[in-house]
């Protein structure tokens, strides 16, 4: 029996670690199937407070990691599989072992969605990104492209204009799915291209291993042809890792945990931290800062218990 288990060991989950292994509740962080969230897929984190010049990505996560372990936090590999979170204590089914909690922290994040070709996979990081905010920066004046066609693609490709001499917009139809208002202020940016209906083939080039173009397809034309960019951004939605809770906590239409304030869930003991429950800001230091707030409430709510 554990007084607090955490799902997820991205900057969520390492820094609900941190605080709860200092408050002394000996914490167990499963891993997950991605190690380190989704900052280990990226290079250099700019943004995040505390490092003048920029830190890897993978080395800010093993960083927070290696903090929280020194206070005696717990890491075990493997995903959970099954949850049940009707009664007290919790139960998960980590790839065949049930561990029970007395407090759980849910930070198993919302993956990027991306386009799967292999070349793409190869350049994340390397010119290919899936959050503007994050890596706009790094574009300035030079060419970008962006995929997608919902409102989340045009917020991108309009923040990427204050960066890049051109964004290229693609998608695979002639029409779009994001609202009127976002369409027509993207379509009022002149320095937007609108690239349709076409998709990527390829992103180009794995064997220099940084991006510099595309090759696209006209889908009604059948025409290829390649485009010279610098950053590729993929805006085509994002994937709460949720499954294993359908049913059991509640989530909104697209998976996302509805938050009952604070770090609480629909169930009292469960808490949330980062982009599993966070559509909006998805950030390393939001991601961080929600870890810390479920931990405070985990504390609160064990310590209310008598544990
Ligand atoms: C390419 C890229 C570059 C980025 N660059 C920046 C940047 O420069 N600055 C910035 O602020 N943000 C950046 N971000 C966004 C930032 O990485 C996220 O906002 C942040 O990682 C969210 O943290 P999280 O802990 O909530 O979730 P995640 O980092 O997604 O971590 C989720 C964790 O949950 C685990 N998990 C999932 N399902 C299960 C399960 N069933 N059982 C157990 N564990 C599970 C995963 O293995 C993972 O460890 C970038 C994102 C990407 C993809």
Known sequence: MRNVVI???GCAGNTAAL???RANLQPLVISGHEPGGQLSLTTLVENFPGFPEGINGPDLVANIRQQAERFGAEYVHGSVIEADLSK?????????DWIEARALIIASGASARWLGLPSEQKLIGHGVSSCATCDGFFYRDKKIMVIGGGDSAMEEAIFLTRFGREVAVVHRRDEFRASKIML???RRNLKIRWVTPAVVEEVLDVTKGYVTGARLRNVKTGETWEQEVDGFFVAIGHIPNTAVFKGQIELDGDGYIISKGG?????TGVFHAGDVQDRVYRQAITAAGAGCMAALEAERFLEAEGH
Do not use: I, Q
């Open 7 to 9: 799902v997820g060991s």
């Open 19 to 21: 605080y709860t292994a």
């Open 88 to 96: 007290r204590p919790f139960r998960l089914n980590v790839e065949g």
């Open 184 to 186: 027509e202020r993207a």
């Open 263 to 267: 770090a609480k869930t629909s169930v």
